[in-house]
């Protein structure tokens, strides 16, 4: 899991801003994940891609948007439609056809100022 | 789609005793069921997982049971150390050939372990 990495690892937005989170890996892995996690809430699925120019929306996508331009980068804007951000977001991979284990990058924690 | 309950949400042990966390799963067509440990401010690390068929996995002090016909798993710790303390979360996922959802993991909200030494 040291090949997947994530920035900033703290992040602020103000009111009305759009931020993104980046993520990457060079691990060759076929698809890539977001999830939020809250105190108490485990990890809940925001989209998830499993080949390049696609993804699909899990279970809390509003108020997120993503991109799959290239494979080893999954980026996740955070909308000023979200209106409760404040998390800690993390991203995974995994090779998808040859395992099911996703590895996690190291996170970033969102605060709203 | 899936679902899944993790018990306890906090479980403290001595030293030296085991720990056991439940987790019991909602489709039938789950096939991979991994465990994660998560330290505070860390990311969740794989420990062990299994597969629908297979109904027991050891690693060291580390063991996973497996029971489809009731949909439950479980992650047995034995002879704990202070650094077993973390948050564990069990998951689940669907066999991948019915749908883009499928492959999604299903996570528990997680298991707060504190092993007092």
């Known amino acids: 899991d040291g090949g997947i990495t994530q920035s900033p690892k703290y992040l602020f937005r103000k009111e009305g801003q759009n931020v993104t989170l980046s993520c990457e890996q060079n691990?060759?892995?076929?698809?890539m994940y977001w999830y939020r996690q809250d105190p108490g809430q485990g990890l809940r699925l925001i989209y998830y891609?499993?080949?390049?120019?696609?993804?699909q929306k899990g279970d809390i996508a509003e108020g997120y948007s993503v991109s799959r331009e290239k494979k080893e980068s999954f980026p996740l804007t955070v909308t000023s439609a979200q209106k409760n951000p404040t998390a800690f977001y993390l991203c995974?991979?995994?090779?998808?056809?040859?395992?099911?284990?996703?590895?996690f990058g190291p996170g970033t924690r969102l605060l709203v100022l | 789609g899936e679902n899944v309950e993790q018990h306890p949400s906090t479980l403290s042990v001595q030293e030296g005793d085991s720990a056991v966390i439940k987790c019991t799963y909602s489709?039938?067509?789950?096939?991979?069921f991994p465990w994660y440990k998560q330290e505070l401010g860390k990311r969740p690390q794989l420990i062990i997982d299994?597969?629908?068929?297979?109904g027991e996995k050891k690693d060291q002090r580390i063991a996973v049971t497996l029971n489809k016909t009731a949909k439950h798993f479980s992650l047995h710790i034995t002879e704990t150390q202070p650094e077993d303390s973390a948050v564990y979360f069990c998951?689940?996922?669907?066999?991948?050939?019915?749908?883009?959802?499928?492959?999604?993991?299903?996570f528990g909200k997680g298991t707060k372990l504190s092993v007092i030494p």
């Open positions: 891609s499993q080949i390049v120019n696609d993804f």
């Open positions: 489709d039938s067509a789950s096939n991979y």
């Open positions: 299994i597969r629908s068929n297979v």
């Open positions: 691990l060759n892995h076929d698809a």
């Open positions: 995974a991979s995994s090779m998808l056809r040859t395992s099911e284990t996703q590895y």
């Open positions: 998951a689940a996922r669907g066999p991948g050939n019915s749908g883009a959802g499928s492959y999604q993991l299903t």
